[in-house]
């Protein structure tokens, strides 16, 4: 598997509403992007900071992931996976990872924000961390 760069850092929060503003005035971010990716119950939005970008995520709905891991922090948001765009193919670095004994969340390579096909790696694999594979946009 070939890691170009850090795609995105996933970070969960309880409002885009709230959060947005904070990466726009404080920090002077610009917002590019805000989309729905229904079968996650997530609502994003994204800022670009070099050739990396922050995804921010706002659950739908009390059964997604997002929902389940701020209620894990105390009701709190936080960093919630970090995304690793890969050269050779989603479903080619899950292959390799299950070759090496890695474990998956993921079996096959699903669409994710920003059209992207992505995977994540089960935390148990990766010493705790939520691990997003995705397609690298930029080929």
């Not at 917002?31 to 995520?57: R, S």
């Not at 960093?79 to 004994?101: P, R």
């Amino acid at each position: 598997m070939q890691i170009s760069h850090i795609e995105h850092v996933g970070i969960a929060v309880t409002s885009l509403e709230e959060a947005i503003p904070f990466y726009e005035n404080l920090l002077g971010f610009k917002c590019f992007a805000i989309e729905e990716v229904e079968d996650q119950h997530v609502k994003t939005a994204f800022f670009q900071v070099g050739q990396t970008k922050i995804e921010l995520l706002e659950a739908t709905s009390p059964e997604s992931a997002i929902a389940k891991f701020i209620e894990k922090n105390g009701g709190r948001g936080g960093i919630q996976h970090i995304a690793f765009a890969v050269e050779d193919g989603v479903a080619n670095a899950l292959a390799e990872v299950q070759e090496k004994g890695g474990r998956v969340v993921d079996k096959e390579p699903r669409r994710g924000a920003e059209g992207l096909n992505i995977a994540f790696l089960h935390p148990k694999t990766t010493c705790g961390a939520l691990v997003e594979l995705c397609e690298n946009p930029n080929k």
